[in-house]
């Protein structure tokens, strides 16, 4: 039995009894799915980042990745702190638990201040020199987010909802990268704003319409965002982006980035656009 380090709060009633199976597994996590559990609980090892859902093992390092003792459609099952999936079990009593929801304090940015982050948000990203693959799929996704930013400027619902849909599911990986940038987007949107802002419900209605256009790990984590929950390097970034701490900001981007393939990326991008929409917003 493996020791879990920590886990999602939302996750502590579903420990006690619960029945699902598993709905995909790699190198190192495992996806569950769980009966009237909205979202996917992901088991993760060597990582220390908190997400929506998650359950991070105590171990950095497992001898054999979770593909190849697990395959969607096993078994799983919370019972009295101990999970069990497949041959594999997890022991989550002693977890540490953790709650990915942005912090509201009522703290509004304004229009200066949402500028302010976006550029040195935008200026962090430039001297991390990360490239996008050039190939096909990139520069379509480079038009949709185009769209999706002009639709941010006009403020129209409508425009906004179009956009969402031409974004949501395009793009490889287990989260496409039009999910991502969505999501990133309302995390900056949320910060800047507050979760009842005009933006942000426009946004989340539109992504609550497209789940079905996503794979399942997207729609997860669009659930998880139009409730204000997010993975803790988004957490981290944006506080460290209200603090003006430009270093702290550098060394919370590098952890971004280093999500998935282009996720963190794709989540950064949508960041700065949903920054630079706050600051606009604010004038208003």
């Given at each position: 039995m493996e020791n879990a380090a920590c886990m999602d709060c939302r996750l502590l009633a579903l420990a006690q009894n619960a029945r699902g199976a598993v709905a995909g597994a790699y190198r190192t996590s495992a996806n569950l799915r769980f009966e009237g559990f909205d979202g996917l609980c992901t088991v993760l090892c060597g990582t220390s980042d908190d997400g929506p859902g998650g359950i991070v093992l105590g171990s950095a390092f497992r001898p054999r990745p979770f593909s190849d003792e697990l395959s969607a459609g096993m078994p799983a099952r919370f019972e009295g702190g101990v999970l069990a999936a497949g041959p594999l079990m997890f022991d989550v009593r002693g977890a540490r638990l953790f709650d990915c929801a942005l912090p509201d304090d009522g703290w509004r940015a304004t229009s200066a201040e949402a500028g302010g982050m976006?550029?040195?948000?935008?200026?962090?990203?430039?001297?991390?020199?990360?490239?996008?693959?050039?190939?096909?799929?990139?520069?379509?996704?480079?038009?949709?987010?185009?769209?999706?930013?002009?639709?941010?400027?006009?403020?129209?619902?409508?425009?906004?909802?179009?956009?969402?849909?031409?974004?949501?599911?395009?793009?490889?990986?287990?989260?496409?990268?039009?999910?991502?940038?969505?999501?990133?987007?309302?995390?900056?949107?949320?910060?800047?704003?507050?979760?009842?802002?005009?933006?942000?419900?426009?946004?989340?209605?539109?992504?609550?319409?497209?789940?079905?256009?996503?794979?399942?790990?997207?729609?997860?984590?669009?659930?998880?965002?139009?409730?204000?929950?997010?993975?803790?390097?988004?957490?981290?970034?944006?506080?460290?982006?209200?603090?003006?701490?430009?270093?702290?900001?550098?060394?919370?981007?590098?952890?971004?980035?280093?999500?998935?393939?282009?996720?963190?990326?794709?989540?950064?991008?949508?960041?700065?656009?949903?920054?630079?929409?706050?600051?606009?917003?604010?004038?208003?």
């Open positions: 976006a550029r040195v948000l935008q200026d962090a990203l430039t001297a991390a020199r990360r490239p996008r693959p050039n190939d096909a799929m990139q520069r379509f996704l480079a038009v949709r987010a185009m769209a999706f930013r002009d639709a941010l400027r006009d403020g129209s619902g409508t425009k906004i909802a179009q956009a969402v849909r031409g974004l949501i599911g395009l793009g490889p990986g287990l989260t496409p990268s039009g999910d991502d940038q969505v999501t990133g987007c309302l995390a900056a949107l949320r910060f800047a704003l507050g979760p009842q802002d005009a933006l942000v419900r426009a946004i989340s209605d539109a992504a609550g319409r497209c789940r079905g256009s996503t794979t399942e790990v997207g729609a997860s984590m669009l659930s998880s965002a139009r409730e204000g929950r997010f993975r803790g390097v988004v957490r981290s970034l944006l506080a460290a982006l209200k603090s003006e701490d430009e270093r702290a900001v550098r060394r919370r981007l590098d952890a971004l980035l280093g999500v998935g393939a282009t996720s963190g990326l794709d989540m950064a991008d949508g960041m700065t656009a949903g920054l630079h929409a706050a600051a606009l917003a604010r004038k208003w």
